[in-house]
């Protein structure tokens, strides 16, 4: 499942340049991630970097992109072709 980034964004930029696959980018109000590119950090990390670094906990599983660990490596493997 891709990631997604709540209302509780504070835009300090630690985010975007932690993903591997340039998934996030400045929205109208707050960073957003391209569920398209969102791997979850599967292939390139053990955990998705975002979260890591993240200082107000604003990133969640995005419901509406519902995917599990061989599909995010199966993307990962089409991204990085």
């Known amino acids: 499942m891709a990631l997604i ?3 509780e964004c504070i835009n300090c930029d630690v985010c975007e340049p932690e993903c591997p696959n340039a ?3 400045q929205g109208e109000d707050i960073y957003i991630i391209d569920p398209e590119l969102c791997t979850e950090c599967v292939g ?3 955990l998705p970097q975002c979260v890591e670094v993240c200082p107000v906990d604003c990133i969640d599983k ?8 061989d599909t995010l490596y199966q993307k990962y493997l089409k991204l990085t072709q």
């Open 5 to 7: 980034i709540n209302d």
């Open 23 to 25: 998934a996030i980018s």
């Open 44 to 46: 390139h990390h053990g």
């Open 62 to 69: 995005d419901v509406m992109h519902v995917e599990d660990h």
